[in-house]
């Protein structure tokens, strides 16, 4: 079967490739980087005659809300018509828990945008919403470091690794379409502050991580559970500390 990957060379969509080629499938890693462009349209045609699946792993260049809007809608758009075109069976979105939960945040109202161009699509979709990556929390740590102090949110975090991510959207692209969205979170969930301490001290970072009410998620105002499943959710295998052993993070 002929799968496409859009974002094919990006921290899940190449996990991805890696996994359905693995398993024997025709897999196209589209990225600009190999000639395909969702924004523009070239080599999109090309790249998805004949698929059956198309994944979206893409991700914007830009995390700005105006900037993150204009490349999910033109992208989305454009892939979309292409997918029309070529009869593509099954279209999977990855996106964000808490996307449509997070105020203020722009980057999460842009993809909640590219949710709704896939429900309006008459393309058989699935989307899965992944919690925050393990990958990312050193992103999100520096990000909220202020003076020397990591001034974290009030919220929970339940945190996955990007092998689980990509082994769940594996399996989902290979099954029937489910038209409706499904998620993916992290085994264990924890406060924000005390994931963000777990991960810095296993790391040897010795700054202090603090839970301040001021404090904003990239812009976003969080309530207790704006990032992790209100239901159920499909629970990745690697917990902080198999991570962080698989990764060779630890200090």
């Known amino acids: 079967m002929k799968i496409v990957v859009v974002g094919g060379t990006g921290l899940i969509g190449a996990r991805v490739v890696d996994i359905l080629r693995q398993r024997g499938h025709e897999v196209v890693a589209a990225s600009p980087s190999g000639g395909v462009n969702t924004i523009t349209g070239e080599g999109l045609a090309d790249a998805i005659a004949d698929a059956s699946v198309v994944i979206d792993a893409s991700n914007s260049p830009s995390n700005d809300g105006a900037a993150a809007r204009n490349f999910f809608e033109t992208s989305g758009r454009n892939l979309l018509a292409a997918e029309v075109a070529a009869r593509v069976r099954h279209h999977v979105l990855l996106s964000i828990v ?39 929390l050193a992103g999100i740590a520096d990000a909220n470091t202020i003076d020397g102090v990591v001034r974290l949110p009030v919220g929970s975090l339940q945190p ?29 969930r924890a406060d924000f502050r005390d994931m963000i301490a777990r991960y810095l001290k296993a790391i040897g970072d010795r700054r202090e991580a603090v839970q301040d009410t001021e404090a904003r998620y990239f812009g976003g105002q969080l309530d207790q559970n704006s990032l992790v499943p209100l239901g159920e959710a499909h629970l990745g295998r690697l917990d902080l500390d198999a991570w962080l052993r698989r990764t060779g993070t630890r200090s």
């Open 98 to 136: 808490g996307a449509d939960r997070v105020p203020g945040q722009g980057y999460y109202e842009a993809k909640v945008t590219q949710e709704q161009l896939v429900h309006a699509s008459t393309i058989p979709y699935t989307i899965i919403r992944s919690t925050q990556f393990f990958e990312f």
């Open 160 to 188: 996955v690794a990007a092998d689980d991510v990509a082994s769940f959207i594996s399996d989902v692209a290979l099954g029937a379409p489910e038209q409706k969205i499904t998620e993916i979170a992290g085994p264990d």
